[in-house]
């Protein structure tokens, strides 16, 4: 099993305060507070339902000793085949884009670290999802902790800032959050929504236009 939990979350969001108030057409400040916080919740949907980093943010990968997984899998959640670590020449790091690996460390039985060193791998930040490969003549350590037993660090996002973000994507986050301002009354719409931005039941309840500015950025799961 593999366990995937955001470790730095963004610093900013793609879409500024000012931008979505425009779209919106709100002129008062009396509500910047809450526009804030569903420019946040927006921005959150946004990558669920494409499977993508936004802003620059660090995650943590960790994997069970000895096991490792194919290519169809992120969010933690296994979608395809289960094999022998050794058997694969890479592992897919979720939530494109990678930016890079910080360490790559193996766990013993004392759940003492140790950094596997990086001449081990190659980071491919070309392919989406990005991967850590094995260099030639290279093979994958092998951690003595059974559960969780290799921790990958790494850095996602298109940058620091939403100046590299697609103008898609944040056209998509402002009506989005525009949408939710504007139906504040839908609360049981916002929950559904934003529990689970993958399911069915959760894009009903958000307009085509942005499901259709987003789909061309969305990690497809075969």
């Given at each position: 099993?593999?366990?995937?939990?955001?470790?730095?979350?963004?610093?900013?969001?793609?879409?500024?305060?000012?931008?979505?108030?425009?779209?919106?057409?709100?002129?008062?400040?009396?509500?910047?507070?809450?526009?804030?916080?569903?420019?946040?919740?927006?921005?959150?949907?946004?990558?669920?339902?494409?499977?993508?980093?936004?802003?620059?943010?660090?995650?943590?990968?960790?994997?069970?000793?000895?096991?490792?997984?194919?290519?169809?899998?992120?969010?933690?959640?296994?979608?395809?085949?289960?094999?022998?670590?050794?058997?694969?020449?890479?592992?897919?790091?979720?939530?494109?884009?990678?930016?890079?690996?910080?360490?790559?460390?193996?766990?013993?039985?004392?759940?003492?670290?140790?950094?596997?060193?990086?001449?081990?791998?190659?980071?491919?930040?070309?392919?989406?999802?990005?991967?850590?490969?094995?260099?030639?003549?290279?093979v994958w350590p092998v951690p003595l902790r059974l559960v969780n037993g290799i921790m990958i660090e790494y850095v996602a996002?298109?940058?620091?800032?939403?100046?590299?973000?697609?103008?898609?994507?944040?056209?998509?986050?402002?009506?989005?959050?525009?949408?939710?301002?504007?139906?504040?009354?839908?609360?049981?719409?916002?929950?559904?929504?934003?529990?689970?931005?993958?399911?069915?039941?959760?894009?009903?309840?958000?307009?085509?236009?942005?499901?259709?500015?987003?789909?061309?950025?969305?990690?497809?799961?075969?």
């Amino acid at each position: 099993m593999t366990s995937f939990t955001l470790l730095t979350p963004p610093a900013v969001e793609p879409v500024l305060l000012a931008d979505m108030k425009a779209q919106a057409r709100i002129d008062t400040t009396a509500d910047d507070a809450l526009a804030t916080g569903l420019i946040t919740a927006a921005r959150q949907w946004a990558e669920r339902y494409t499977g993508r980093a936004f802003i620059t943010q660090t995650w943590r990968l960790w994997l069970d000793g000895g096991l490792g997984l194919e290519k169809n899998w992120w969010d933690g959640v296994e979608q395809g085949p289960v094999t022998i670590l050794n058997e694969a020449n890479s592992i897919q790091l979720p939530r494109p884009p990678l930016a890079s690996v910080s360490n790559v460390q193996t766990f013993d039985n004392t759940d003492t670290g140790t950094v596997w060193d990086p001449g081990n791998y190659y980071v491919d930040t070309a392919s989406e999802p990005g991967r850590i490969a094995l260099r030639l003549g290279c093979v994958w350590p092998v951690p003595l902790r059974l559960v969780n037993g290799i921790m990958i660090e790494y850095v996602a996002g298109y940058g620091n800032d939403g100046s590299s973000v697609p103008e898609p994507i944040k056209l998509a986050i402002k009506q989005l959050a525009t949408h939710w301002y504007e139906n504040r009354g839908e609360a049981a719409v916002l929950a559904r929504a934003t529990r689970d931005a993958s399911s069915s039941r959760a894009t009903m309840n958000v307009p085509l236009v942005i499901q259709a500015l987003l789909d061309p950025y969305r990690i497809l799961r075969f």
